[in-house]
């Protein structure tokens, strides 16, 4: 297979640091440190005191603290998705993790006294220091968690204990689901690899391949369900702490949408469920000539489906023109994560299943992460992911603190991409390519 498929990128992590133990990485570590320290020093009690100008100025000093520590950060977490079953890239990354912890949490102060400072104070302060009025996005959205923040001392010992309350839990959660193993025939398969055989042509290996994802995710019940279940209540605590109205609202705040407009888009595509969905599935089974289709076959490709394995650089070259088609520019910017270690495109035990766009940090560039096996639906999320990272790149200039962008907008971009794809495919394929749901994996952006 992988002959078939070509040479395929993996990622240069270089580019942020040199390696886990190189002194770049650790030097990084301890200048974050000492501006922490220097920084509360400088400004813990005396925010609400500070003119617009002074203002600004600190939330300069804390974007480029934001931009060090979220470049450690990313080379952990990206490091880490490398290989998610190596005990030591998982020692690794937590210990990055819990250093960040404990520098970020001298840092809860700043986010705490801003929020505090009245509307009306701080529209007068933005008005008089353009210092300060470029940060207006990033204050606004800070500020909207307002009614939702707990006391100082509350807010630190939270902070404090996330590595080892949700996050301990996700990690367990991605470690056995990446050590996991599928017998298949005679065979040991990643879930990568499983879950490519449910879009084979043929169906038996289709059947054999659900039956063994569904024994050995069964198999592991278990430790799943400890995981969700710990999870939720987790979640149900601290949203009752911090008085959010429903499970739901803590997110929807993060992605700048009213609980209202979510549910109107939540009753709309329930109500379309028969004149999409059940038709479409419908009309598959009829393609197929059966009554009712077994559920292997949800994700089986058409009878006429030309099933072969399109090589990487077809790929490169089909979503790069799709881009061009539309504008050169965005072809250009596309361009950039070829040939350039910021992709990691083959499927390998161990790695972070699914795929995603990390942003890493402004003073960077962003990763790609795919598990490529050369199906229309892998070109598809190669388009996908390119369009997130793409939008990463524009966003850049924005600076650490605000070109990061809610859910709702960063899915815009990454459709959009797909969306061209798609076009140009059914323009020049004789078979039919499918829209792929977004999978959106476990960094902010999928
Ligand atoms: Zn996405």
Redesign the pocket.
Known sequence: MSAMLGDLPTWNLADLYSSPTGPDLDADLKRAADEAEAFARDYEGKVADLDGKALGGAIARYEAMSDRMGRVGSYASLHYAQNLADPERGRFSQNVTEKLTDISSKLIFFGLEVKRIEDADIADKMKAAPELAKYAPWLRDLRAFRPHTLSDELEKALHEKYVVGRAAWSRLFDETIARLRYPFRNELLSEAQVLDKLSNKDAEVRKDAAKTFGKVQGDNIAVFSLVTNTLAKDKEIEDRWRKYQRPQSSMNLVNCVEDEVVDALQVSVKAAYPRLAHRYYKLKAKWFGVETMPYWDRNAPLPEHDDRTIPWAEAEKIVLDAYGAFSPELATVGKKFFGSGWIDAPARPGKSPGAFAHPTVPSAHPYLLLNYQGKVRDVMTLA?ELG?GVHQVLAARQGALMADTPLTL??TA?VFGEMLTFQSLLKTAPDKPRARP?W?ARSR??
């Open positions: 996908h997130h960063a899915e990454s977004c959106r952006t999928c």
